[in-house]
């Protein structure tokens, strides 16, 4: 007997259909029958089939009641009635009221910072704001999402910071659209490796952004929403306020931890909005392994795209005399060896020459949009990335995986701790 069977699922309003594919190779479809429906924010479409594959964990939502045909393993889904849903539409209204007052004083919309420890949701409500914010019709809301997450982002790769004007609700299986992202490289997946090079770039980020609100104005009027990592202790909460001061954030949604948002309350000038947020019963802790799988996966889908959208990525040999490889950060020296006046610090955020060696084996590489060690390096964003698929070292020559065929540009490459094994 089968377990996966087609079923009708009447929702009623305010309530939730959680699902989470979890078995390989296991597939889940989602068909809207009667009634209205979201997923995460974006409303989904009468009649149309949606599939969710293995690793997806969503939530398909109503604000008026509807009916869903569910295809898949019975086990996969249940019905939720308890949602913090309405809570988050709160703050999308507030936000929405702040876009009306930036747009009528000729001023800069409301940045807001969602905040909290892992697993609570932080992601999965920028993503609904955002689709809210573009979804006022006729408002022509274009909100920048700011995604700092090292880890898990959304933006590009793994091991980068990135910024994107969202112009249309994210797709319910694909996530936004992302066309020409800003981002930077940063290096390590986690931001305890390297916190001055993280602030640097996190400073860096928001100049930019800035510059972008204001050259467009239904940008600026819409303001930002800026995803966060789940470090909220000790370095990791000063991470928080570095941040909270560089984008000079006027919101900060805290979820489901009372002691950040105590700091928080206390810490802040006070025109600074902090506010207490529950976080979904929904939300599913994710263990380690699922963790790196996703990190996989993200790269896997930067360079070979999605089922519905396949890319196909080139493999070439390149000399290694044609690659400028460097890394940011150089070993700290002991105090006493410290040249006069370099702080430990500095060496932290040194651009370093590296040659290459059997190490750099599936390693991803960013393209910087400098070309030389000489310009700014740490603060130019970076055009993409390309992957070190073999190192002959008889030969000396590499085998890169990339997005765009030979001949590479001719850039700073900046080697990623970031790994992918290409198993195509
Ligand atoms: P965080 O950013 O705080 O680490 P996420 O927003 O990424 O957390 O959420 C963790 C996981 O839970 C994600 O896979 C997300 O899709 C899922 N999730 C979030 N809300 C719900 C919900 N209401 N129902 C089912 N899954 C959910």
């Known amino acids: 007997m089968s377990v996966e069977e087609s079923q009708e699922i009447n929702l009623e309003a305010d309530q939730e259909l959680r699902i989470e594919v979890e078995n390989k190779n296991e597939t889940v479809t989602i068909e809207l029958k009667t009634g209205m429906a979201e997923i995460f924010g974006t409303e989904i479409v009468k009649g149309r089939k949606y599939v969710f594959s293995t690793g997806a964990k969503i939530a398909v939502f109503t604000w008026q009641g509807c009916t869903i045909i569910y295809t898949g393993r019975k086990n996969s889904c249940y019905t939720a009635k308890e949602t913090p849903m309405m809570f988050y539409?709160?703050?999308?209204?507030?936000?929405?009221?702040?876009?009306?007052?930036?747009?009528?004083?000729?001023?800069?919309?409301?940045?807001?910072?969602?905040?909290?420890?892992?697993?609570?949701?932080?992601?999965?409500l920028c993503r609904i704001l955002l689709n809210y914010a573009v979804r006022m019709g006729g408002q022509g809301r274009r909100p920048i999402f700011v995604d700092l997450d090292v880890g898990q982002g959304s933006i590009s790769v793994p091991g980068t910071i990135g910024a994107l004007m969202v112009e249309r609700p994210a797709s319910p299986t694909e996530g936004f659209s992302v066309q020409a992202p800003l981002v930077y490289q940063y290096g390590h997946v986690s931001m305890q490796k390297n916190p001055s090079l993280y602030n640097m770039?996190?400073?860096?980020?928001?100049?930019?952004v800035q510059d972008r609100m204001q050259a467009n104005k239904k940008a600026n009027v819409s303001g930002v929403i800026i995803n966060t990592c789940g470090w909220t202790k000790d370095s990791g909460y000063k991470i928080l306020t570095h941040?909270?001061?560089?984008?000079?954030?006027?919101?900060i949604l805290v979820l489901d931890q009372e002691r950040l948002f105590n700091e928080l309350v206390r810490d802040m000038p006070s025109f600074v909005?902090?506010?207490?947020?529950?976080?979904?019963?929904?939300?599913v802790e994710r263990p380690k392994s699922?963790?790196?799988?996703?990190?996989?996966?993200r790269v896997r889908q930067y360079f070979y795209g999605t089922t519905s959208l396949p890319l196909h990525p080139h493999s070439f040999d390149v000399k290694f005399s044609e690659l400028k490889i460097y890394k940011i950060g150089a070993p700290a020296l002991p105090d006493s060896c410290m040249p006069v006046g370099v702080k430990a610090e500095d060496y932290l955020t040194k651009v370093v020459s590296v040659q290459p060696s059997p190490s750099l084996l599936n390693h991803l590489l960013a393209i910087s949009f400098a070309t030389s060690a000489e310009e700014d390096v740490i603060q130019t964003n970076v055009a993409g990335f390309v992957c070190i698929t073999n190192v002959d070292m008889d030969r000396q020559t590499m085998t890169i995986l990339s997005p765009q065929p030979k001949p590479l540009p001719d850039a700073v490459f900046l080697v990623s701790e970031v790994q992918f094994m290409d198993s195509h």
């Open 201 to 208: 770039l996190v400073s860096r980020l928001a100049e930019v």
């Open 243 to 251: 941040i909270a001061q560089a984008f000079e954030v006027d919101v």
């Open 290 to 297: 699922y963790r790196m799988e996703a990190r996989d996966g």
């Open 273 to 283: 909005k902090v506010v207490l947020l529950p976080k979904s019963g929904g939300v």
């Open 89 to 124: 539409l709160n703050c999308h209204a507030c936000l929405e009221q702040l876009r009306q007052k930036a747009e009528q004083d000729n001023t800069r919309g409301p940045v807001t910072m969602i905040v909290g420890p892992v697993d609570v949701g932080k992601s999965t």
